[in-house]
């Protein structure tokens, strides 16, 4: 057996462990199960990838991130370790295709979405599988008090029964002491051992700022620090209102949210992770799964739902290790707009009857029928056709989704796949029979291996070029070759999906538990509660606030955020610092605008520049000249 460190300088081309990703692996090959608590970015995936190529067998990898699963597997691919993902996107021939390859052929990842697990036909297949283990990612999703419960998590424990031996390891960057305890529980952990780094970033500063202008503090500070930044707002509108405004004021800004096509959205992260445009404005659809490491910058315009939310979007800045902020920019409206969202999540009984009804009726599916069928969720398309408001069917199809009928997915793009079903020599025959279809059919054989086996992702316009046939005609051919039983052909998709997991309940037969809606309801109460004190606490470091939240006793101040810093700067204040001079001098070497020299002070220090700026006009010490710059006067 190879140790762990070889594997890690053979695959991953690294020389050492972070913190932790050791321990945590020789956990697994001693055969714990095994609880892993690492910030987001800390290096998760290494702690089950090595372990699993140490050892005989597949790992499976349960995780409910269908984008990152593929991008997982892609990665896997590019270091010829053969990996598969199962998700609720796949046909049920795909699907069987693919746990066939489990079972018999040499993989060692299969990635897993939870819903999956469901079926006869998984149990079976996985019985037959030479597990080495189970990797369970988000693993707070199993627990009803994390803030991401997902029901078809608690199912991972039945795949145990199949293999009492094997152990499993859990990881999370979001969990409190409740939800970690209610992992393994749920997880049925024997013979457990639990790793914990702190949850604190010492270069991440956290600063909270109370404002009514939250757009030119956003653009003062997206000038002072020329660095790659993503800035979160809460609506799609609001994404692109202020790229424009960062863009009119010459930073180099994107936007990106859910609603924008695959092809859109791919060409936005590219730029932004190229350094082409500096600044991503986003909506939370934006993040996961984005390994840039210098983001300087990490902005919220508005109050994120929970500490966690936004302990995990504050932490994409300074994943490199380097000085980074975590600015939130808040006002009283923001308070009262979280007031108005909790309300919202939780809709009536009757309106979820009401938008459960709604759904069925759009997908003509017939009561008792279903089960595991998927279907692209057009909630704009649906909400018009029934005269539902978005919002009231978003939250209602949560809350469906929470008592385990349902799993959504997020737009996702799958390209599209092709499986031959026929032997070599068939389709041979009828190549020669059908001679207007051999350039495309040869063209396949030629630039894709392993179509005999195994679904292969192709790509029509590649197709299209190399047959001398334009995309459509060649998605036309495909289809048509489908249709002959010559091929499987999965077209790409790029849009929001929804599984049915389990038969169709009638509306009034739809059960929504009174206790998990009141517990729920509680649970997100006490994460909004939270929020307000994480902003309003003006006594407290920034970072031990949020430490404490998710159940850390041993902290220090970080000397870093506002609220240290402020502390710091009363301390100064006391030896009388004087900005007037500090201004004076600045403008003696060179005039400048209003928003230049306010630029070149620390952020906390805006409002105080601002007001001995003032009074330094009052006093008509300082005067504008004819380009609006100031100088001395
Ligand atoms: P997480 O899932 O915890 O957010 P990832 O597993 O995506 O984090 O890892 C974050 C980044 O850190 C990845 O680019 C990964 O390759 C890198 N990384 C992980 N472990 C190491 C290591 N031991 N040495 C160097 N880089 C590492």
């Given at each position: 057996m190879n140790s762990p460190k070889d594997i890690l300088r053979q695959y991953w081309g690294y020389g050492e462990f972070r913190p932790l990703q050791e321990d945590i692996i020789q956990s697994v090959l001693d055969g714990h199960d095994t609880l892993a608590l690492l910030p987001t970015g800390g290096g998760k995936s290494i702690c089950f990838q090595v372990p699993a190529m140490c050892m005989d067998g597949i790992c499976i990898v349960v995780s409910p991130l269908i984008a990152l699963m593929h991008d997982q597997v892609q990665r896997l691919r590019e270091k010829n370790i053969p990996a598969i993902a199962i998700t609720s996107t796949m046909s049920k021939r795909e699907t069987d295709i693919a746990f066939d390859n489990c079972v018999y052929g040499k993989i060692k990842f299969l990635y897993l979405s939870p819903e999956r697990l469901q079926s006869e036909l998984a149990r079976v297949r996985i019985s037959k599988m030479n597990v080495s283990f189970i990797a369970v990612d988000e693993a707070h999703c199993i627990s009803q008090w994390g803030y991401d419960f997902r029901p078809p998590y608690t199912q991972i424990a039945e795949i145990r029964e199949l293999h009492p031996k094997v152990p499993v390891l859990a990881l999370t960057a979001t969990a409190t002491k409740q939800v970690a305890d209610d992992i393994c529980s749920k997880l049925e952990f024997k013979n457990e051992k639990r790793f914990t780094q702190s949850?604190?970033?010492?270069?991440i500063a956290y600063v909270v700022r109370k404002t009514e202008d939250k757009n030119s503090q956003l653009f003062r500070l997206a000038e002072r620090v020329q660095a790659p930044g993503i800035v979160y707002v809460r609506n799609r509108r609001k994404t692109q209102e202020i790229a424009l405004l960062l863009q009119s004021s010459g930073i180099p800004a994107t936007f990106y949210h859910a609603g924008l096509t695959a092809q859109d959205r791919r060409k936005r992260q590219e730029e932004w992770l190229s350094n082409r445009c500096r600044v991503m404005v986003a909506t939370n659809a934006f993040g996961m799964g984005i390994d840039k490491p210098d983001v300087r910058f990490v902005v919220h315009m508005d109050l994120p739902d929970s500490p966690e939310a936004y302990f995990q979007e504050a932490g994409r800045a300074g994943r490199d290790g380097a000085e980074s902020g975590a600015i939130l920019f808040w006002n009283e409206a923001d308070i009262n707009q979280l007031e108005v969202n909790l309300r919202q999540s939780f809709p009536e009984l009757k309106d979820i009857r009401r938008c459960w009804q709604a759904v069925s009726n759009y997908f003509q599916i017939p009561v008792g029928s279903g089960e595991g069928v998927t279907r692209i969720f057009d909630l704009k398309k649906i909400s018009t056709t029934y005269n539902l408001d978005p919002v009231l069917l978003f939250h209602s199809m949560k809350i469906i989704e929470r008592e385990g009928y349902v799993a959504l997915a997020d737009a996702i793009n799958q390209p599209s796949r092709v499986h031959v079903r026929v032997s070599n020599q068939e389709l041979y025959n009828y190549e020669v029979k059908n001679q207007a279809d051999e350039t495309l059919l040869k063209a396949m054989l030629r630039m894709y291996g392993g179509l005999f086996e195994s679904y292969v992702r192709i790509s029509e316009a590649d197709l299209a070029r190399k047959s001398g046939k334009s995309p459509d005609v060649v998605a036309a051919d495909l289809k048509r070759f489908d249709q002959l039983g010559l091929i499987s052909y999965e077209p790409r998709t790029d849009q929001p999906l929804m599984t049915l997991l389990q038969p169709r309940p009638d509306a009034y037969s739809l059960y929504i538990s009174p206790a998990n809606l009141a517990e729920r309801r509680k649970a997100a109460e006490t994460r909004v509660e939270a929020m307000k004190n994480f902003v309003r606490d003006e006594t407290q470091c920034r970072q031990i606030t949020l430490l404490k939240f998710f159940g850390e006793t041993e902290m220090k101040e970080c000397g870093k955020c506002d609220v240290c810093k402020k502390k710091a700067g009363d301390a100064k204040k006391k030896e009388k610092l004087n900005l007037e001079e500090e201004i004076l001098a600045v403008l003696r070497n060179e005039q400048k605008t209003v928003n230049e020299l306010v630029a070149m002070f620390p952020l906390e220090l805006n409002a105080d520049v601002n007001t001995a700026l003032r009074k330094l006009l009052d006093r008509e010490v300082v005067g504008f000249d004819k380009l609006r710059k100031l100088r001395i006067l």
């Open positions: 949850f604190a970033r010492h270069n």
